[in-house]
C-alpha cells in the first residue's frame, strides 16, 4: 500500500490541472504543516522563530518548469529579492532553488545569464545559494552548470541524490570543485534503469557517499529525517575526528521538529528546509511520496480545527 500511495502521489506532483488549482485555492488542506506561507515576509516571520532556537535555515521560493523568459526572469527578481531580505533583516539564511524555475528548459545561455544575476547579488550579501537537485533527466545540466559557475563565483553549491546509480561518479568528479554539497536519499519517481529501486540499496548507497565526502575534506549537508543515517554520520565523524564546523544535518520545516531541537542540543549544526510561495502543490505532493504517513497529519491539519 505504502508503494501505490508513493507513486500515486508522485503522479500528482506532476499534474499540470492540479498545481493550477492548488495556485488558486492557495494553502489549505494541510500544506500549512511543510510551507512557510506565501510570502517573502511569511518566510522571514519563520526565519526569525527558528535563528531565535539556534536552528539555521534555508528558504525556497517554490516553482519549477517555467516555460517562458519572463516567468523565469520574474523568478530570478524573487530570488534576488529574497537574498536582499535575508541581508537586510540579518537572518542566518541561505537561499535555494531549482534551476528549472530560472529558465533550464527554455535554454542553457537563459538560465546562466538569470544565475550569474543572481549569484552577483549573493556575493554583494554574503548569502550561500544551493541549486536544488531535480529528476535523473536534468542531473547532469545541473552539474554542468554548476561547474561553470563555480569558475567564477565560490557562493554556490548542488545537491546529489543517493537512490541513482551515477552519485558516486559524480562526488569523485566534483571532488576537485572542493563543492559544499546536500546529500540526500531522493524524491523523484525514477526507472531501475537510473536508481536503486530498493530502500535498503538506497541506504548503503547514501552512507557511502557521506564517507567518501566527508573524508575527501569537503563540507557536507546530511539531508535526512531517517535515524539510522544521523547515527551513522555521528559515529563517521566521531571515528575520524571529522570536526563539527564540515558537516551539518538538514530536515524539512515542518517534519521531525523535536528532533531538529534534539541535534541542536546535542550539538550539531541543524539547518531547517523552509519552502514558501503559491506554486506549492508538486513539493506538497514529493513530502507526502517521500513518507505517506504525513498524510495523517493533513487529515488532521484539514479537519481538526
Known amino acids: 500500500m505504502e508503494k501505490i500511495l508513493k507513486n500515486f502521489f508522485l503522479f500528482m506532483g506532476k499534474n499540470k490541472a492540479a498545481t493550477k488549482m492548488a495556485k488558486k485555492y492557495g494553502l489549505r488542506f494541510g500544506a500549512g504543516r ?47 529579492e529574497a537574498v536582499k531580505g535575508i541581508a537586510e533583516n540579518n537572518l542566518n539564511s541561505q537561499l535555494s532553488l531549482k534551476l ?4 533550464l528548459d527554455i535554454s542553457r545561455e537563459l538560465v546562466l545569464s538569470n544565475m ?43 545537491v546529489l541524490q543517493a537512490y541513482l546509480y551515477r552519485t ?24 531501475p534503469s537510473v536508481a536503486f529501486p530498493e530502500k535498503k540499496d538506497v541506504d548503503e548507497n547514501f552512507k557511502k557517499i557521506i564517507k567518501m565526502h566527508l573524508l575527501n575534506g569537503n563540507y557536507t549537508a546530511v539531508a535526512t529525517h531517517d535515524d539510522n543515517i544521523i547515527s551513522y554520520t555521528k559515529e ?34 541543524m539547518r531547517v528546509y523552509v519552502p514558501y510561495g503559491n506554486d506549492w502543490y508538486g513539493y506538497f505532493m ?20
Request: charged share 30%; hydrophobic share 40%.
Open 34 to 80: 511543510f510551507v512557510a506561507g506565501a510570502s517573502l515576509q511569511s518566510s522571514i516571520d519563520v526565519i526569525r522563530k527558528l535563528n531565535a532556537e539556534d536552528l539555521y535555515v534555508t528558504i525556497d521560493h517554490l516553482g519549477e518548469f517555467v516555460d517562458n523568459e519572463q516567468e523565469a526572469k520574474e523568478m530570478t527578481d524573487h530570488c534576488i
Open 286 to 305: 514529493r513530502r507526502l511520496a517521500e513518507r505517506p504517513a504525513n498524510v495523517a497529519f493533513v487529515l488532521k491539519g484539514v479537519f481538526g480545527k
Open 100 to 103: 528549472t524555475s530560472l529558465g
Open 236 to 269: 563517521l565523524v566521531k571515528e575520524h575526528n571529522i570536526p563539527n564546523d564540515q558537516f551539518e544535518f538538514q530536515m524539512l520545516f515542518g517534519i521531525r521538529v523535536e528532533r531538529q531541537r534534539q541535534l541542536r542540543d546535542e550539538g550539531y549544526k
Open 168 to 191: 558516486v561518479a559524480d562526488i569523485q568528479d566534483l571532488d576537485s570543485y572542493n563543492p559544499n554539497l546536500r546529500l540526500v536519499k531522493g524524491a523523484y519517481k525514477e526507472s
Open 116 to 158: 550569474k544575476r543572481l549569484l552577483a547579488a549573493a556575493e554583494e550579501y554574503d548569502v550561500f545559494i544551493t541549486i536544488d537537485m531535480e529528476d535523473e533527466a536534468r542531473c547532469q545540466a545541473t552539474i554542468d552548470i554548476l561547474k561553470e559557475l563555480r569558475s567564477e563565483y565560490e557562493n554556490i553549491g548542488t
